[in-house]
């Protein structure tokens, strides 16, 4: 029993009725929420206590996440300030809050890349050059690169009615350059366009003949801007920048409409660069006539432009970080520490006829999920391999195994995600692999996608057939499995693995899923049962009973789901949510959600487990689960909980993935009743931790013994 989660420090508000509910607080804007959770990230790349390369890879993680932001949230924002809807949850008012939001966390961006990163490389001996810097010896270097390198791929184009502004695909690098004089037919068409193409380096290492001891870089646009008028023979070349446009790139596909889900989604991703404009950025010194110019011509608003001081694309700047072979500028190195409870002398199966497998990744390695298998495909006694992929990435091991279980004769069958947001092009090719080579692939459920992580291996033992399981709370990715937290857990309960049989034949059939006695399933029962646990202890606490939840998942969106909290904790039911990104649940503000604390825990590694603890009394119960609080976790997913019931197990569980982190004093951020995170601060005098570091040497001490022994 967990004494530490049974001794709460909030006060318990008077008992009141449901109707209390109706007076209850606002929820929190899910888009500022995101927003405010990249803030939290940012703050890793401002930190002086985080290596410098380290830091910059925060910068360009941020960067990147609002590129995500804009590609899947902001359209309907943009849609409606453009037809001056004044209601609605989209609106002229929704877009002006969001781009405050928006610049301002960009304006700080660039505001640290300008003032204390680039300055601290430039102190090392790092730096990216601009043309004005250069001496003489490197602009020649320089020319002869553009020359060799990249004129020979530009393609400038001039505007005029047989010549229209060319398609510019999302996130792809441009210039934008306006013309003096007339061009070869007389005529005084002065805009014209540069397409820069992908397959160019956007950091470029200056050899040590020109460069000495110091390590500088030049930008490809900074080469590209220093002989533009190169590219424009008897023009004067005037105004110019570089432009960026962000592009609404989430894949809409009627399924109900199509006669093959594979190839709509392959012709899909074609059109993806091209979707409805949202984002447009240009240089800070770009002209007001330029940026007017491109703000028409992509149909933009002027607060969806976005000037910004240097590259236009900050993602592009991690290139410096693998280029540059400064060891001490990064995190000392991480190496995961096999399974503590696998061991690697004895079969897996007899391993788990002793018990159930808990690896904890990223702190152990995701090596044990993939011996697992390797030993299933291995083992002429294993029959038949099922198995959910979600995101595996373009280069798998885990892909690997399975076409060698094919070849050897065994059942595979796979159930792939095709709808995995921007894995979709990695996810139809191995789709398309697996097929030919004769597995049975499976794309799940028309309008759902099938977002739970699992594996069933079936075995001949003796007379029988036995299965095994394996379930997680992340992808099959060998390389996130190294950067997200996340449980897996291999078991041979044949409750379990026969409620897995079941799912994976109703994935199959869509026949109706039999009732099922440990797992809970989304879109069927997921929802309420979690719904239906809130509300009993808060009925149980209303009794005077002493209850308890504790929840950790990336986001907490679904209002159901919120509500119940809510009522729960008017009750007296103490609930502790860790939640690392959005999180709309108004916590700490008093007279309503005293009871309910709310923290996100931003660490080296990416929190990703989603681990559900209930109490009532002395009655515990933990599950592990693939889904997060959000609506569409609920209702437009097939998603999975299970328990963990082993009494050692389930307190690893807590002691690692909640007590930890409900104790962090280093990288956890608390909200607040105003509805703003402040990050936890010790005293200076008692000591603190941070979660993830303190797992890190937990586990590191465990290896060690282990390679001792």
């Keep these: ?60 993680i941020v960067s990147s996440n609002l590129d995500e932001f804009f590609e899947v949230r902001a359209e309907p924002h943009v849609i409606a300030m453009q037809a001056g809807d004044r209601k609605g949850t989209f609106s002229v008012g929704s877009f002006e809050r969001l781009a405050t939001s928006l610049h301002d966390i960009v304006g700080r961006q660039y505001a640290l890349y300008n003032e204390k990163l680039m300055p601290a490389f430039e102190r090392l001996g790092i730096k990216i050059v601009s043309h004005g810097d250069r001496n003489p010896v490197q602009r020649h270097w320089v020319k002869q690169y553009f020359e060799r390198e990249v004129r020979p791929l530009l393609i400038p184009v001039g505007l005029d009615p047989s010549h229209p502004f060319p398609q510019v695909a999302n996130k792809s690098l441009n210039f934008i350059v306006r013309l003096g004089g007339r061009d070869a037919f007389g005529r005084e068409n002065e805009i014209a366009i540069v397409k820069v193409p992908r397959v160019l380096p956007r950091l470029i290492r200056m050899p040590a003949k020109v460069s000495g001891t110091r390590t500088l870089f030049v930008s490809l646009s900074s080469v590209i801007r220093a002989h533009l008028s190169e ?125 159930d497998v808990l690896i904890h990744q990223p702190f152990e390695s995701f090596d044990g999920v993939l011996e697992f298998l390797r030993e299933s495909v291995n083992d002429p006694q294993v029959l038949a391999i099922k198995q959910t992929i979600y995101r595996t990435g373009p280069n798998s091991e885990l892909m690997d195994l399975l076409r060698e279980a094919v070849r050897k004769g065994k059942e595979v069958t796979v159930v792939v995600e095709l709808k995995a947001r921007f894995d979709e092009e990695a996810n139809i090719n191995w789709a398309e692999m697996l097929e030919s080579i004769g597995a049975q692939v499976l794309y799940g459920v028309v309008g759902l996608k099938t977002h739970a992580k699992m594996m069933l291996i079936t075995r001949r033992e003796g007379k029988s057939l036995k299965r095994y399981g394996h379930l997680s709370t992340g992808n099959y990715n060998p390389r996130t499995a190294r950067l997200y937290t996340d449980v897996s857990h291999i078991t041979a309960d044949p409750v379990l693995t026969t409620d897995m049989e079941h799912v994976f034949v109703h994935l199959a059939s869509q026949s109706k899923l039999p009732a099922l006695r440990k797992l809970w399933f989304a879109p069927f029962h997921l929802h309420n049962n979690l719904i239906n646990r809130i509300d009993a202890l808060g009925a149980a606490a209303a009794r005077g009973m002493d209850t308890r939840v504790v929840a950790k998942m990336n986001s907490l969106t679904d209002d ?98 909640l007590v930890a982190y409900l104790h962090d004093g280093v990288d956890a951020w608390d909200l607040g009743s105003d509805g703003k995170y402040t990050r936890k601060q010790g005293d200076g005098e008692t000591p603190v931790h941070g979660a993830q570091a303190a797992l890190m040497a937990r586990y590191a001490e465990i290896g060690k013994a282990r390679d001792g022994a």
């Design 1 to 60: 029993m967990l004494s530490f989660l049974r001794s709460p420090t909030l006060p318990s508000p008077p008992k009141t009725p449901d109707t209390a509910l109706v007076n209850a607080p606002d929820l929190l804007d899910r888009d500022h929420s995101i927003l405010a959770f990249n803030e939290r990230v940012l703050d890793w790349a401002v930190r002086d206590d985080v290596p410098l390369l380290e830091r910059l890879r925060y910068l360009c």
């Design 231 to 355: 590219l424009f023979a008897g023009r004067h070349v005037g105004q110019f920048s570089q432009f960026r446009v962000t592009r609404h790139s989430d894949l809409a596909v009627d399924e109900d409409d199509v006669q093959n889900l594979r190839m709509a989604l392959r012709q899909g991703l074609v059109h993806r660069h091209y979707g409805q404009a949202v984002r447009l950025e240009v240089s800070a010194g770009c002209s007001e006539h330029l940026s007017d110019f491109l703000l028409h011509q992509f149909d933009l608003p002027e607060k969806a432009l976005y000037r910004v001081q240097g590259p236009v694309n900050l993602v592009r700047l991690t290139q410096l970080i693998d280029l540059v072979d400064r060891p001490e500028l990064c995190f000392a190195p991480y190496k995961p520490s096999f399974p503590a409870q696998m061991n690697s002398s004895l079969s897996i199966f007899e391993q788990l006829k002793l018990g």
């Design 560 to 657: 159901a789901l919120i509500q119940s909290l809510m009522r729960a904790g008017s009750k007296g039911v103490k609930i502790d949510l860790i939640v690392r990104g959005a999180c709309m649940l108004p916590a700490q503000v008093p007279g309503h959600t005293e009871n309910i604390r709310v923290r996100s825990v931003i660490g080296r590694f990416l929190e990703h487990s989603r681990v559900f603890y209930f109490r009532e009394g002395e009655t515990e119960e933990l599950y592990l689960s693939s889904a997060d609080w959000m609506n569409r976790n609920m209702v437009r997913r097939v998603e999975l909980a299970w328990p963990v019931t082993d009494p050692v197990q389930r307190q690893r569980i807590v002691d690692e993935c």
